[in-house]
């Protein structure tokens, strides 16, 4: 098992910055690909960024690409999210999630574990 913690989200105006924090505990965090999803109001949960468990492999989903970078540090078993540029449709409720796989995946039913998430909302 693998308990993830989000935090770092608030309201914020367009074109600021956030940086989400997701903290990692239970088994060893390093052996799991780290993704960050989110779900808007009444849309389904959509990939934003993933890495894998040493960082060599990095996706970015084409809305975040150039906004975003997500990194990790396996000796403190945290991952990250900055968010850079912020628009509002960047609005949602973003999730850590972790995936025992050995390549990275986008898909949201591949990842094993979640975090609870934490609200991000970008005003304009």
């Known amino acids: 098992q693998v308990q993830l913690v989000e935090s770092g989200g608030g309201l914020v105006q367009a074109g600021a910055s956030l940086r989400l924090s997701c903290a990692a505990s239970g088994r060893t965090f390093s052996n799991y690909v780290m993704g960050w999803f989110r779900q808007a109001p009444g849309k389904e949960r959509e990939f934003v960024a993933a890495?894998?468990?040493?960082?060599?492999?990095?996706y970015y989903a084409n809305s975040v690409k150039g906004r975003f970078t997500i990194s990790r540090d396996n000796a403190k078993n945290t991952g990250s999210l900055q968010m850079n540029s912020l628009k509002p449709e960047d609005t949602a409720v973003y999730y850590c999630a972790a995936d025992r796989g050995v390549r990275v995946s986008t898909t949201p039913t591949t990842y094993d574990y979640w975090g609870q998430g934490t609200r991000v909302t970008v005003s304009s």
């Open positions: 890495i894998s468990w040493n960082g060599f492999s990095i």
